[in-house]
């Protein structure tokens, strides 16, 4: 299983990270994050000095998408959408499995009607069995109460780098327990999803509007990669599915996240097919009127933009995040997506893939490939002595009257009797029992 990020690997070396680190109600005490040996300086003053880059580090990271003309924007946001549809339609069939192996949960309530009224309707429990277990297990030895973060010294240990991975690792710590509000919830949503699917994902990102970083659950029907990708870090693209009602939206606007332009109102949007299951168990429906939200797609890609852009590099396409309005195919954001010093431009990594065994391609392989076939044979064969211990606990058949059955064919329900027309036997002749099997107790 893959480990978590450090939020501040996206943060250029240039920049000094001060966050406000409360350590009373009415404490004013500040960590200072010294880039150069990474230890951590501690401000007891009254000023609180936020997370803030250089100007030099702010415009190489800002959006440029004001900088191109309308042209070439529509014809990066056509690029964009192309690809986003063209590797959803690459794994439509895989989706669907999924689709199927919810039902094998048990999560939803039903009134059994076949093969006859009343018959049981029990899912084996195997599979949401293994995937709890797996979760609080998992969450117990990732999650200890001391904080999940812990520091290793490579090469010689002295004690002035003891101090160091120390003030590291409780720094950290404070920051997924306290700063990060998110992070364990998050963190323990992702730990079910993984097991059952195989593949989870999560983000770790800082965050303009909250201004503090952000580690977020990424559901696999919101996380689209190339086909012939084999990990993130050679995948030519991968596009996130984004969520954001006008509220989030105005305030990303307003923190710079997104480019100010003229968007509809926000709508309904189209649930994919893995959504639409999971609220049919669960018995949710999505309103219109009172959860409007605009779909972002926010795409890591290479682009081969202008000389300006891309300096000595023109003619070769570099990393970058864009990000578009999936209504209307308006881009919000061009920003580079690589280091201002690096100069082999290798692309930043956001993501964090979780396998749960690792399989034939990108994806992994979870419990419902694994047990998706013996849970339905395990229902099934539930259900069947279920249903027959009924009938032979509530025994129906046919009672002689005459020789013409009365009624239709519907089947018999345990402890029904069915008249025929027949006369001139005897009463043990006239009663059949139907052979129902037997549960036997042991």
């Known amino acids: 299983m893959a480990t978590e990020r450090n939020p501040y690997d996206m943060m250029p070396e240039e920049v000094g990270d001060v ?6 109600e009415e404490s004013n005490a500040t960590f200072e994050v010294d880039p150069e040996d990474g230890g951590v300086i501690v401000d007891f003053s009254e000023q609180v000095v936020g997370m803030e880059a250089s100007e030099d580090i702010a415009e190489w990271f800002g959006d440029m998408s004001e900088l191109l003309e309308e042209d070439e924007l529509n014809d990066i946001a056509n690029d964009v959408i192309e690809s986003y549809q063209s590797d959803k339609d690459s794994r439509a069939e895989w989706e669907s499995m ?13 009134q059994g009607t076949e093969p006859f009224e009343g018959a049981c309707t029990a899912v084996h429990p195997v599979l949401i069995e293994s995937a709890v277990k797996f979760q609080s297990k998992a969450t117990q030895e990732l999650f200890p109460p001391a904080g999940p973060v812990k520091s290793q010294i490579v090469g010689d240990v002295t004690e002035e780098k003891q101090e160091q991975a120390n003030r590291v690792k409780e720094f950290m710590n404070y920051q997924v327990t306290d700063q990060i509000t998110e992070y364990f919830d998050e963190f323990e949503r ?6 059952l699917i195989g593949s989870a994902f999560k983000k770790t990102y800082f965050d303009q509007g909250l201004n503090r970083p952000v580690s977020e659950f990424v559901p696999i029907d919101q996380f689209y990669i190339s086909y012939y990708a084999t ?39 189209e649930q994919t097919p893995m959504a639409q299951k999971m609220d049919t168990i669960l018995g949710l429906s999505p309103s219109s009127q009172n ?7 926010e795409q890591h890609c290479y682009l081969d933009l202008p000389k300006q852009f891309h300096g000595d590099n023109d003619g ?3 990393p970058y995040i864009v990000t578009i309005d999936q209504k209307t195919r308006r881009v919000l954001s061009i920003r ?15 993501f964090t893939h979780y396998r749960f065994v690792p399989g034939f391609g990108f994806y992994g392989l979870g419990l419902i490939h694994f047990l998706g076939n013996l849970t339905m044979t395990a229902t099934a064969a539930m259900r069947g002595l279920v249903d027959a211990g009924q009938f032979a606990n509530l025994p129906g058949g046919f009672k002689a009257k005459g020789l013409r059955m009365v009624g239709d064919n519907d089947p018999i329900a345990p402890g029904e009797w069915k008249e025929v027309e027949a006369v001139g036997n005897d009463l043990s002749k006239m009663i059949i029992p139907l052979p129902y099997l037997s549960l036997i107790h042991i």
């Not at 199927?100 to 949960?105: E, I, K, R, V």
């Not at 580079?336 to 956001?350: A, L």
Request: cysteine-free.
């Open 316 to 318: 070769l396409s570099l």
């Open 291 to 297: 959860d409007p939200q605009y779909v972002l797609l």
């Open 231 to 269: 990990d993130l870090r050679r995948a030519d693209r991968y596009t996130h599915v984004i969520y954001r009602s006008p509220v989030e939206m105005q305030r990303d606007i307003a923190a710079g996240m997104y480019a100010d332009v003229d968007l509809p109102d926000a709508s309904m949007p």
């Open 98 to 110: 999924f689709e199927s192996g919810f039902d094998l949960l048990g999560l939803k309530l039903e």
């Open 336 to 350: 580079r997506n690589y280091d201002i010093k690096d100069k082999r431009r290798e692309k930043k990594i956001f």
């Open 190 to 195: 992702m730990l079910f999803h993984l097991p």
């Open 19 to 24: 966050v406000a680190m409360p350590m009373e």
